[in-house]
């Protein structure tokens, strides 16, 4: 069965980075692409871009900043957010979710189950 | 501030039909047919109801029905049972984007 599994939850200090991953399995990992969306506390969902696993070509949200970075390990049917320079907003759930196509946005059938990354002095 | 308005809040007793809203613009909800919904319960992952307009993902009872008029989508839920209390997000695809609406909160009463 498709599943994606997230890594743990982090507590980070301001100015330090953090990677999260999620691992794919039960389906062609290159097949379809991997969306990030993230959930500050209290509040709704925001979808900050996708990632192309079959060429590793990202298209980040309007407005995101170059402190967030997609990427993937086909090898290992990982893909990764990496957050750099962390501030005290970055705060929130990051979750990955699986697309139904590979080329596009369409919509998203599978989550991962979410990753907590708190920023805190 | 969204790009895909929502009402904050609907509510409906068991039984009953509700239908929540999500406005866009010419350039997301009017302009594409992928205009998807989420189903979020406290603490737990998303969960896509509604796909392209209209189309419901396997699994999802036929209570769950999508519409669009304009640059109008809707959600509307038949037949209300407790476990549809939840927060709900529209999301629609724009060129090279996508965007959520700021999410309505579903009360069964």
């Known amino acids: 069965q498709v599943q994606l599994v997230q890594s743990g939850s982090e507590l980070k200090k301001p100015g330090a980075s953090v990677n999260v991953s999620c691992k794919a399995s039960g389906y062609t990992f290159t097949a379809y692409a991997i969306n990030w969306v993230r959930q500050a506390p209290g509040q709704g969902l925001e979808w900050m871009g996708w990632?192309?696993?079959?060429?590793?070509?990202?298209t980040y949200a309007p407005g995101l900043t170059g402190r967030f970075v997609f990427s993937v390990d086909t090898s290992v049917s990982t893909a990764f957010l990496q957050i750099s320079s962390l501030q005290a907003e970055d705060t929130a759930v990051y979750y990955c979710?699986?697309?139904?196509?590979?080329?596009?946005?369409?919509?998203?059938?599978?989550w991962g189950q979410g990753t907590l990354v708190t920023v805190s002095s | 501030q969204s790009a895909l308005t929502q009402p904050r809040s609907v509510s409906g007793s068991p039984g009953q039909s509700v239908t929540i809203s999500c406005t866009g613009t010419?350039?997301?909800?009017?302009?594409?047919?992928?205009v998807s919904w989420y189903q979020q319960h406290p603490g737990n992952a998303p969960k896509a109801v509604i796909y392209d307009v209209t189309k419901r993902p396997p699994g999802v009872p036929d209570r769950f029905s999508g519409s669009k008029s304009g640059n109008t989508a809707s959600l509307t839920i038949s037949g209300l049972q407790a476990e549809d209390e939840a927060n709900y997000y529209c999301?629609?695809?724009?060129?090279?984007?996508?965007?959520f609406g700021g999410g309505t909160k579903l009360t069964v009463l």
């Open positions: 999301c629609s695809y724009a060129g090279r984007y996508s965007s």
């Open positions: 979710a699986k697309d139904v196509q590979y080329d596009t946005i369409r919509y998203w059938n599978y």
């Open positions: 010419n350039s997301n909800i009017g302009d594409y047919d992928y």
């Open positions: 990632i192309n696993t079959n060429t590793g070509k990202s």
